[in-house]
């Protein structure tokens, strides 16, 4: 996913964590987590090099790290009166769901989506500066359609050449499919006599 503002440009857009259409009070600041991992099967040939791996999908990012700051009374209250219950779960009310989210860093890496998985207690960080810490994992159930696919070369540059010679299993498909479409060929009929 591409990157939809820069931070150099428009910093802004990355102080807040807009939860389910709702800007937090005071100042948010991801201290760690959000980056994309990808699954990855290895599998390594017997008495041979290389290896042949087949791609298992996106590893759901967990971790995410957000510190919320305020330095004003009514930045708290707001957090706690009209923020925060947008992030809490009572299953005793309803069952727990995900909550969507935008903040442009997080959704360079296509995190729109999130479950909390712990609400930290409000820190004096001194010099009248109050914070709350939030550990959240992004939510992604998994699509109806399969994933896993093993390539058979590497992809091309973008002029147009090969970065990698191919295969012996290439050539050998690729002459398999030339015999194959010769020997679908009909035979030449001879004129009658």
């Known amino acids: 996913m591409p990157l939809i503002c820069n931070p150099l440009r428009v910093p802004q857009f990355y102080d807040k964590l807009n939860v389910a259409g709702v800007d937090n009070p005071g100042l948010f600041v991801r201290l760690g987590g959000g ?12 008495g041979s090099q290389g290896a042949t791996s087949t791609y298992r999908g996106w590893e759901v990012t967990a971790g995410i790290k957000a510190q919320f700051q305020f330095w004003e009374a009514e930045q708290i209250d707001e957090f706690y009166e009209s923020y925060l219950p947008l992030l809490q779960y009572d299953a005793t009310k309803q069952s727990p769901k995900p909550v969507d989210i935008f903040n442009p860093a997080l959704l360079a ?43 058979k070369s590497a992809q ?16 050998i498909d690729a002459e398999i499919a030339k015999e194959r479409a010769q020997a679908s060929r009909p035979l030449p009929t001879s004129p009658p006599s």
């Open 35 to 46: 980056g994309r991992k990808f699954k990855w099967d290895r599998k390594d040939p017997s």
């Open 156 to 171: 091309a540059s973008p002029d147009g050449s090969s970065q990698t010679k191919p295969s012996v299993e290439d050539k």
């Open 109 to 151: 890496n296509d995190v729109q989506a999130i479950s909390v998985d712990e609400i930290g207690v409000l820190e004096d960080l001194g010099k009248q500066l109050w914070s709350v810490t939030i550990e959240m994992s992004e939510f992604r159930p998994p699509p109806k359609k399969n994933a896993t696919s093993t390539p």
